[in-house]
Nanobody, 123 residues
């Protein structure tokens, strides 16, 4: 199982970015996906999660109303649309997969992890 997060970069506060989580060598149809982030000097935290069919989603309180998770199983990709970005959103963002939706929820530990992508928000 290989996952790769992409789409990070440098953006000004108030701006937007869309992260992508692409899978290779397997179908994402069978996996729920979680987005996590780790800021310098801080512990990793859960940001968002989406079930296998996209019918259930979850968000950390800190990103509710600003971030939207979605998936396109035909493209084998999950997205995280991030709007109204704040300096405190600066972190390396990771996507992770698990067959079980509860295992990708905030506070859980998914089975498979991808490489991260750095998001830097300048104030």
């Amino acid at each position: 199982v290989q996952l790769q997060a992409s789409g990070g970069g440098l953006v000004q506060a108030g701006g937007s970015l869309r992260l992508s989580c692409a899978a290779s060598g397997f179908s994402l149809d069978y996996y729920a996906i979680g987005w996590f982030r780790q800021a310098p000097g801080k512990e990793r935290e859960g940001v968002s999660a989406i079930s296998r069919n996209g019918g259930s989603t979850a968000y950390a309180d800190s990103v509710k109303g600003r971030f939207t998770v979605s998936r396109d199983n035909a493209k084998n990709t999950v997205y995280l649309q991030m709007n109204s970005l704040k300096a405190e959103d600066t972190a390396v963002y990771y996507c992770a997969a698990d067959p079980s939706y509860p295992r990708v929820r905030i506070g859980a530990t998914p089975r498979y992890w991808g490489q991260g992508t750095l998001v830097t928000v300048s104030s």
